[in-house]
Each structure stands twice: as structure tokens, then as C-alpha cells.
């Protein structure tokens, strides 16, 4: 035993002996390996279990059961049972943890037949080491594996085409992307190099490229290509050398499609280019400053909006241009930009290139935190011709403000039904209201509904939207008044329809249009005289050329015969009173023209109250002689009017003519009887002479009657002075005079009077 | 000119301007024979109840005044006008006026009326008439 003792002791392995007793195996024996392994001495292993020198970790079991289970299959079988992979965690009672251990564990019967004892040699070899480094190495495999599939799985999933081409050009290997990119079959495309591909433009540049990476640089390039299916696109491509070794076999490629966006650039150039026109070309004017007003950019625009071009303006202050009345206030403003992002500076004036002032109007934003700005971008715009025409309103309105204010007239807005929106203070006035009182009653209360004017005026505004018209109107007290009014319908800013009044009160024009019609009635009357004067200066040009020059032609002729001729003295002295006749007859008519002429001064004497039977009594004397020795007699009737108030001297000289002339005119052989009657009848004063003398065929002569030198009768010396003389009157004093007369019935003269000419 | 004797006819109411008429016609033609009239009625009745019963024609200057107080010289003509043509055509019309009137349009209402004469009526028109006479004829 010692023997074998020996040969344990100095087994090369770590070893145990068991021994069973009592159906267990229990240590019998460790080796000096298996202690300096396990740092146990065999004192402490001796007659123990092996569960309980080497706890078992809990967390990973089955190692002490396996163990058991081989050394029992050894003992029964009498033959060596391995476990080549034991997986038993030693216990650390440092740290108290488990260290991982693996193992490889061997059973061995041995028989000793001495003392007919059967033992199990246990040789354990500690293969943790192994195993691990196994274990590292199937996760690397796996990992791998892993790497390799989503590799392949990356390369087959982007749309970027992935390609290697031999030194000819010739495809060797593609992704599904490239097949996509190129609408190519995949054989096709083994079958094929690159050149069908490329644009005709860029065939030659492409190729440049390609023998420049197979000449082993990188290259990375834009160029057009057209696709298998003629799809014209834009690709950027990579390629690089690929080595083997030293030599270049070929090149490895990356074809990206950027056609898309190659179009979104285009667009992103073509929205700055609009943007670059708006800010060069419209007639805003942009600007950038700093905080401190200076301009750091002025875009193009300024040349044609101030006529100052965008370099003059940097490096120089805002404010130096503005008119020293707005620039305190535009300061103010502007730093307003410390607490807000955006400010709307009111219009100021801003110098131009002439020395104008511009009215300008500006919006300022602080972008001094946006590192593409780096400022405060001013919008610009020149309003000065929007400031002009505002001022224009502004002024306009102020004008109307004014008229309406201080107007004489009464002004009022209403609506076209008769609501009064506003009146000015000519309007209460004339009204006795106030604007409040005039707004609450209407147009109603002002004017008179009994005048049948107003319902023509409104119709004339609704049917030409303006009307001018006289109208009654009514103040507060209820006195009327007449007024001129000139009404519009206008529409107001909202588009209601609104009406304008404009009242004047035309009461003293009114009284001076009464005046002003008398004054016409009165020229009238004066013009009737001046076409009776001139009707006078015709019959004068009659009378010199008739009633003058027969006398002077007869006196010419009669003193002819007197000269040259040897008459008897008889005969002479018949010539002689011949030419004094003549002479007297020519006095006559000269006389007579001087009393015509003598009317118009007669006129102007002062109307007073004349009698018509004083008149009549005063003709009677005068004519006393003629009428007591002819027997003639005068009948009066002036019951119904006996005084008028008129010029004297032609009242007389009508009543006398009359008489006169029916006193020429009487029958011979026959009484002769004069009636003289005075009526009054609508305000028509009559005077009628009627006498039963010769008469005269009125209906052939009636022009003829009362025209100067007129006779009718051949036994009668006259020469129809009275007659005229008495139309000449009698229209002087406004009246009218008739004649009714039948040859030997005798002649009526009616004369006319309206009452007005005569005042009693 | 029956037996040389030169027939006239003188109507105004003027008696002055008859007489040196008159007068004028005796002193340029002693042997004439010269009828006045005041009322030109009388002197129409005269001439139709003198020109219209003789078989014999009475070459006769007229001269008729104007304005005359019951019928002026051109009412005269209008009645004379309606005479049958024997009796105006022994008349030749001269108007005698005192007037300085324009008688352009009676001139042209009346074409028979020889000439208008203005008053006083003398020797060198009674000449002028005598001497148109005879170039008419």
C-alpha cells in the first residue's frame, strides 16, 4: 500500500480516493496536486463528502449530482467513467463568491484485494481556461455571422447603387440600388461596362474620372446619365481604387441618385433669385443696420427710390439722412428694437439725392441674433405721394369741415327719408333747434308738407339723385319762411345712401324780387314810352317831310312865279298871301311839334288829384264862345268815379281834345251833343265820350285815326293833331284808348285806365 | 297831240300846290288846258265820265299828290288801275309829291306810273316830260 501511496502522492494530476461506506463515498485520500489546486490540505479533506469541502454554487447546480452520479457508475461498473465538461464553481472565501471552473473529471475503480476495499480514483484536470476561450470564440462566430448577414442585408437594402467595375469598366458586382438606379436586368448588366450609361455630354468627363481612379485617386464627381429605360437623371458617384496588394484590379463605386435633389436646388436657386429681386428689384427698400442706426447693406433699390446707390450708404448712419424735425422721434422709435423683435416706424422724412425730403415709411426687424442677418432689416417704402394726397384729404375735409361749421347756410346730412344725421349751427339758427332737437324731428318739422314744391323736389332728387328748388320751410314757432334748397344724394364711405340739404333763407331776397319785378314793371313801362317815343319820332319824320316841306315846297314855287314873271298886281298880291299862308300853315306845324315835344316834360309833373267834372266845368269856359253860338251840350255822369290821381295837364288835354274834336266833327244841322260817363269796373277805370257827330268808317281807318296830321274830312281845315295827341297821353299814363264809329252816327271814345295808374 | 293841245289833270288837296300847278303848266304851254282837283273821289268820277264818252282819244298828264286826307295818291291809282284800259291809256301818271319820302317800292308796285316828281312842280319838269313824249312817240 505504501507502494501505491507513493504513486498517489506524486500523481500528475490533481487526485482524490474515495472509499464507500455506508452507500457514500467519502474521501479517503487527496494528492499534494489536488491540495496546492484546490488550497486545501488533506487533514481537512480526509473522511469528508465532497459536497462538503467544496460547497456547491447555488446558482448554477447539477455539477455535484453529475460527479455522484459518475463515481456511482464507476463503483458499480468496475469501469473508468469520464465527464469531459464539468462545469463546478469553487467557493472564494475572501470574497465570498464563485469562481467559475470547468472541468474535466475521471472515475477510476480500483480494487484493493487485500482488504477487499473498492475505491475510485478521482483525476480532475481544471479545464476553465479551455473553455472559455471556446466559448469567446463560437460568440465571435456568431457575431460575425450576425455582422455578415446585415451586411449583406444593408447592401441589399440601399437604394444607393453599390458597384465594382474591372480595369476595363466592365460590372463585376452590384447591389439590387444599382439595378434600380440603372432599370437594368442584373445578367444585363454583367454583360455590360458603364459607357452606355453616361449622358453624351458628360461622357467624356466620366471617363476622365474613371482612368483617374484606376490611376489609383479617389474621385467624386456629378455627371448626367441616362438610365436602360432612357430615364435622363443626375448622379453623384464615388469611386475608389480597389488593391489588391499593390496592383489595381479595379475600382469600387457608389451611384446616388440625385436628380431630385438637383430639381429642389434648382427651385431653392430660383425662390433666392425671386428673393434677391424682391430685395434688388422692388420698390421697397431694404436695409440692414446695427443697433446703432449704421447701414451694413442698402439693397439696389435705393438708386431708383431715393436716387442714391447702396454703397453711399454704408458706414453712414440712418439718422443723418432724416429731417432734423422727425429725427429725435424716429431715435426714440428705433430703440424701441431692444425689447421687440418688430417695429413700425411712423412716416418721417428721409433726404434723396436731390436735397428732396421723401415722406417714408419704414418696418424694422432685429435680427441681430440670426447669424445670416447680423443686424436690423429695415422694409422701406416711399409714401410721400400717399402723404400728399392724405394731406389733400386731410385738407379737403377741413375745407368742408369749415363750410359746413361757418357756412351762412343751413347745411344738413339726413337720409333720403327724411332722418337728419347732422346740422350746422346755420341750420339751428333758421330753425330755432338745436342739432340734437333738429336729428330727433326730421326734415318733416322743418319743412311744409301743405307745399306742393316739396313732393315735386323729391321726386326730381330720386329720379336725378339731385334737385334745386323753392320751398316753404317752418322754424320751431311755427313761422314760415321761404327758402332756396339744393338737395344731393350722395353714398357715404360704408355705401349708405345719404343726402345733402342746403337751405338758404331767401326771405329778403325774396321782398328784393318783388322790388326788383316792380322795377321791372316800371322799366317796362318806360320801354313802352321809349317805342311810343320812337313810334313819336317816326310821325316826326312825317311831319318834316310832309307837313313841313309842302308849305316850304309851295313857298319855293310861289316866290319862283313872284321873281320872274310879269303877273297882274292882282294876281300878285293873290301869290303874296298865297306864300303867307303857307308861311302861317308852316308856323302851325312847328307849334304843334313843340307841344308833342312839350308831353314829355308835362309828364314828369307831380300826380295829383284831379276832378273829372272841374275839368269838364274848365273846358266848358274856355270853349264857351263856340258852344253857346253852335248850341252844343255837354252831358256828364260821373257818379261811379269823379277823382283820379294823375298829371293834371293830360287829364285836360284829353278831355279837351275829345270835346274839341266832336265839336269839329259835329253834324251839320244837327244839335250836337257830347256825353261824357266814368266807370269803374274790376279795377278798371273807363271814360267814354260819345257825340252824335260825322263819325268816321272806323272799320277801314282805325290805325289811321290817331296818327298825326290824319284827316278824314275834306270841308274840315285840321290836320289830326288832337287825336294824336290824346292816344300819345292816354298811353303815357299807362291807359288805352278804342274808338267805335259809324259815318253820320256819330264817334265813341273809350278810354282804359288799370285802377294802379290812379290812386284815389 | 289832237289839234296841239296838252290835256292835264291835276289832284291834291293842297289848293296852293294846284294854283302854282297851274300856273307852271299856262307859263311852259299857254294853250293847255289844266283840270285840278282837292278831292281825288271828284276826280275819279271826272275822268271816267270825260275819258270814257269820247271817241277820241285825250292824251293826259296826271299828277297825283300823296297824301291827301280821305285817299292817298297810290288808293287814287288803285281805283284808276281798274278803269278799262281806253281810258288809262290816255293818261301818263306822274307822282307829285311834297314828301322827301323813298317810293322804291310803290315805284316797283306801280309800273305805269311814269316818274315821282317832288314838289314844287317846275318849267324844266314840264320840259323833261315834253321831251320823253316825243321820243316815245
Known amino acids: 500500500m505504501s507502494c501505491y501511496k507513493n504513486i498517489f502522492e506524486n500523481l500528475p494530476f490533481p487526485c482524490l480516493l474515495f472509499e464507500k461506506k455506508n452507500d457514500v463515498f467519502i474521501i479517503s485520500e487527496a494528492n499534494t496536486l489536488y491540495c496546492e489546486v484546490t488550497n486545501l490540505n488533506g487533514k481537512e479533506l480526509k473522511g469528508k463528502m465532497i459536497e462538503e469541502v467544496f460547497p456547491e454554487n447555488p446558482s448554477s447546480s447539477s455539477g455535484l449530482e453529475r460527479i455522484l452520479k459518475s463515481l456511482e457508475t464507476a463503483y458499480k461498473n468496475q469501469k473508468p467513467h469520464k465527464i469531459k465538461i464539468l462545469k463546478y464553481d469553487l467557493y472564494n472565501e475572501q470574497n465570498d463568491n464563485y469562481i467559475q471552473k470547468y472541468w474535466e473529471v475521471e472515475n477510476i475503480p480500483i480494487n484493493d484485494d487485500a482488504k477487499d476495499t473498492r475505491y475510485i480514483l478521482n483525476v480532475v484536470k481544471d479545464i476553465t481556461a479551455q473553455i472559455l476561450e471556446k466559448d469567446r470564440c463560437n460568440m465571435l462566430q456568431v457575431k460575425l455571422d450576425d455582422k455578415i448577414k446585415k451586411h449583406d442585408q444593408i447592401i441589399e437594402k440601399v437604394t444607393d447603387g453599390l458597384f465594382s467595375l474591372d480595369r476595363e469598366g466592365s460590372f463585376v458586382s452590384l447591389n439590387k440600388g444599382f439595378i434600380d438606379i440603372a432599370e437594368t436586368s442584373e445578367s444585363d448588366l454583367y454583360k455590360m461596362n458603364f459607357l452606355p450609361f453616361c449622358s453624351e455630354d458628360h461622357r467624356e468627363k466620366i471617363l476622365k474620372k474613371f482612368n483617374a481612379a484606376i490611376g489609383g485617386t479617389n474621385q467624386t464627381f456629378e455627371a448626367d446619365f441616362i438610365s436602360g429605360k432612357g430615364k435622363k437623371m443626375v448622379l453623384e458617384i464615388s469611386l475608389v481604387p480597389l488593391r489588391n496588394s499593390k496592383t489595381i484590379t479595379g475600382i469600387y463605386g457608389i451611384a446616388k441618385d440625385i436628380t431630385r435633389l438637383k430639381e429642389s436646388e434648382v427651385a431653392v436657386y430660383r425662390s433666392e433669385r425671386k428673393f434677391k429681386a424682391l430685395v434688388q428689384e422692388g420698390s421697397d427698400l431694404i436695409g440692414i443696420l446695427d443697433l446703432n442706426g449704421k447701414y451694413k447693406f442698402v439693397s439696389e433699390t435705393s438708386s431708383s427710390v431715393l436716387g442714391i446707390s447702396p454703397k453711399d450708404f454704408i458706414g453712414k448712419t440712418a439718422f443723418d439722412f432724416m429731417h432734423p424735425e422727425d429725427q429725435e422721434r424716429v431715435i426714440e422709435e428705433f430703440s424701441g428694437l431692444e425689447f421687440k423683435n418688430q417695429i413700425q416706424i411712423d412716416p418721417f422724412r428721409f433726404k434723396n439725392a436731390k436735397g428732396e425730403w421723401r415722406w417714408v415709411q419704414t418696418k424694422a426687424t432685429n435680427l441681430t441674433n440670426d447669424p445670416a442677418v447680423g443686424g436690423i432689416v429695415t422694409n422701406s417704402r416711399d409714401i410721400t405721394d400717399q402723404i400728399i394726397s392724405q394731406k389733400a384729404i386731410k385738407e379737403s375735409e377741413e375745407r368742408y369741415r369749415s363750410f359746413f361749421e361757418n357756412s351762412l347756410d343751413a347745411v344738413m346730412v339726413t337720409i333720403p327719408d327724411g332722418k337728419i344725421l347732422a346740422a350746422n349751427p346755420s341750420a339751428c339758427r333758421m330753425f330755432q333747434m338745436s342739432e340734437k332737437e333738429l336729428c330727433s324731428v326730421g326734415r318733416s318739422a322743418v319743412t311744409d308738407s301743405g307745399d306742393p314744391r316739396l313732393t315735386a323736389a323729391l321726386d326730381i332728387r330720386r329720379q336725378t339723385g339731385t334737385t334745386s328748388a323753392e320751398l316753404t320751410f317752418v322754424r320751431k314757432d311755427g313761422t314760415k319762411f321761404p327758402g332756396e334748397i339744393t338737395s344731393s344724394i350722395f353714398k357715404d364711405p360704408d355705401g349708405n345712401s345719404r343726402s345733402s340739404m342746403i337751405i338758404r333763407d331767401i326771405t329778403k331776397r325774396k321782398i328784393s324780387e318783388k322790388e326788383l319785378l316792380e322795377v321791372n314793371e316800371s322799366l317796362r313801362t318806360n320801354t313802352k314810352e321809349l317805342i311810343r317815343a320812337n313810334k313819336g319820332l317816326e310821325q316826326f319824320s312825317f311831319i318834316i317831310s310832309h307837313n313841313l316841306r309842302a308849305p316850304v315846297a309851295n313857298i319855293l314855287g310861289l316866290t319862283q312865279l313872284l321873281i320872274e314873271e310879269s303877273y297882274s298886281n292882282d294876281m300878285k298880291i293873290n301869290l303874296r298871301k298865297e306864300v303867307e299862308s303857307n308861311a302861317q300853315r308852316m308856323d302851325k306845324v312847328i307849334k304843334d311839334l313843340n307841344q308833342i315835344l312839350q308831353l314829355k316834360q308835362d309828364f314828369s309833373e307831380a300826380k295829383q288829384a284831379i276832378n273829372f267834372n272841374e275839368i269838364v266845368q274848365f273846358i266848358e269856359i274856355s270853349l264857351h264862345d263856340i258852344l253857346e253860338r253852335e248850341n252844343i251840350k255837354i252831358v256828364t255822369n260821373f257818379e261811379e268815379i269823379n277823382q283820379v290821381r294823375s298829371v293834371r295837364s293830360f287829364i285836360y288835354s284829353i278831355f279837351y281834345n275829345l270835346i274839341f274834336n266832336s265839336i269839329k266833327y259835329r253834324q251839320p244841322g244837327v244839335d250836337a251833343e257830347i256825353k261824357i260817363t266814368s266807370k269803374k269796373e274790376n279795377g278798371i277805370i273807363s271814360l267814354i265820350f260819345q257825340d252824335n257827330g260825322l263819325g268816321m268808317d272806323s272799320s277801314i281807318k282805325k290805325d289811321d285815326i290817331f296818327s298825326l296830321y290824319k284827316r278824314f274830312h275834306h270841308h274840315i281845315e285840321g290836320k289830326g293833331m288832337g287825336l294824336f295827341m290824346v292816344k300819345t297821353q292816354v298811353e303815357m299814363l299807362g291807359g288805352k284808348i278804342n274808338v267805335l264809329s259809324k259815318v253820320n252816327c256819330g264817334s265813341t271814345f273809350i278810354i282804359k285806365f288799370s285802377n294802379k295808374k290812379f290812386k284815389l | ?137
Open chain 2, 1 to 137: 297831240m289832237i289839234n296841239g293841245v296838252q290835256h292835264y289833270l291835276v289832284v291834291d288837296d293842297d289848293s296852293t300846290s294846284n294854283l302854282l300847278c297851274k300856273l307852271i303848266i299856262q307859263k311852259f304851254d299857254a294853250k293847255a288846258i289844266v283840270a285840278s282837283y282837292l278831292r281825288p273821289e271828284e276826280a275819279l268820277e271826272y275822268i271816267i265820265e270825260k275819258y270814257s264818252k269820247t271817241n277820241k282819244s285825250i292824251p293826259t298828264i296826271l299828277f297825283l299828290d300823296v297824301n291827301m286826307p280821305t285817299m292817298t295818291g297810290f288808293e287814287f291809282l288803285d281805283r284808276f288801275l281798274k278803269f278799262n284800259t281806253e281810258i288809262q291809256q290816255q293818261f301818263t301818271v306822274y307822282i307829285l309829291s311834297s314828301s322827301m319820302e323813298d317810293f322804291s317800292s310803290e315805284r316797283k308796285k306801280y309800273p305805269s306810273i311814269a316818274d315821282f316828281l317832288s314838289k314844287p312842280l317846275m318849267v324844266s319838269h314840264l320840259k323833261e316830260i315834253h321831251h320823253q313824249k316825243i321820243n316815245v312817240f
